[in-house]
């Protein structure tokens, strides 16, 4: 599992303004050019409105990445589950990375996410297989961006909405899907400030723990405006080193049910976790 101690770099942190103004065109000739320059023109707001487009598609399953480099050391953990966006809840199963002698080091972890809080169990460190860790996410450094080893995908969502310097750079294929691949940055202060509440805390949190104030982003969107692929880079310093997290979540199977159900008071461990 990842436990990092952030420091955010020095200096006061610029808010970004929302930039963009609505072009009207005039004399286009056709439906293909008007599309387009909507594409173009309107690549801000589009990015920006994903988690609003996740809420009406109500549910999907997931898939996600985490890339971790710092020095010459490079570490992967991958997970898979479902979220339910109207509900703000997920479920997925992490899986740690093995040993340098291939052998695995750690059971997957399953994570239950919900709003303001982290639920594991096979966390390790001491605690009972058969008992859940409750993380307060509000009062971790990155806002749990990166410490579970997954990006909650609605966080990911709304962290878009602090997106600026926003580039159309045309359509792909993703999974057999017809998607729009924008790239930009996010500035997670701006986000954490007009973020739904329930996730504002968390990214004003993450505001105050990373190096840089933005996150570069590649973000694609399929024709509903539903967030199909996102990729974030983070950064951040520890003990001397700056580490580069990539997080990138795949989001598929809109409206696949989801069953998140959260654990009893007596499943929680209460004991001391080794660090």
Known sequence: MVVQQHRRR?????????????????????????????????????VRNAADALAVAGSSK???SMEMATGGTRVTIRGEGAYDFERRM???V??????????????????LLTSGALYMKNRGAGVPADKWVRVDTTTLEDGNLVTGGATDPLAAAELLRGARD????????????KVRH??????IAYAARIAEPH?????????KGFAEDTVPFDAYLDEAGRLRKVRHEFSFAS??????????TLLYDFGTPVAVRLPEERDIYAGKIRA
């Open 10 to 46: 020095d200096g006061a942190f610029a808010v970004a303004a929302a930039l963009l103004g609505v072009v009207a065109a005039s004399g286009c000739s056709g439906g293909g050019a008007v599309a387009e320059d909507w594409r173009v023109v309107g690549s801000v707001d589009q």
């Open 62 to 64: 997931a898939r996600t």
């Open 90 to 92: 997920g479920r997925l």
């Open 94 to 111: 992490v899986v740690l990375p093995k040993d340098p002698a291939g052998a695995d080091e750690h059971r997957p972890v399953t994570e």
């Open 166 to 177: 926003v580039t159309y750079l045309g359509d792909e294929e993703l999974a057999g899907t």
């Open 182 to 187: 924008y790239r930009g940055t996010a500035d």
């Open 199 to 207: 996730a504002r805390a968390s990214l004003a949190a993450a505001a």
């Open 239 to 248: 003990q001397g080193r700056t580490a580069a997290v990539t997080s990138t």
